[in-house]
């Protein structure tokens, strides 16, 4: 029963962690980017780096959000099915 209970925590975390890399990526690869662009050309605004970073994760949310979203459904429904079987 343990085993069982353990077994979905897992695969929930997993999930979890999968669903989160690509904005986490996507930030870090832009926040790199606008990093190095203002070194070339020393502009020092701060403001600059959040606009981008955020624009870009509300993109790939948008964007993947639905892809990126089916496996915790799946997860969630089949929890909900064994939900009997793990409370005994």
Do not use: E
Not at 14 to 20: K, T
Not at 36 to 61: C, E, G, M, N, R
Not at 73 to 88: E, G, H, I, N, Y
């Amino acid at each position: 029963m343990h085993g069982a209970l353990l077994d979905q925590f897992t695969t929930t975390l997993n999930i979890v962690l999968y669903m989160a890399l690509p904005p986490l990526v996507s930030a870090m690869v832009v926040g790199l980017t606008v990093g190095i662009l203002q070194a070339v050309t020393q502009v020092q605004d701060q403001s600059l780096p959040v606009v981008f970073k955020l624009l870009i994760v509300i993109a790939v949310i948008a964007f993947g959000g639905p892809v990126l979203v089916m496996p915790l459904v799946q997860q969630s429904v089949q929890l909900f099915d064994s939900f009997p079987m793990l409370t005994r």
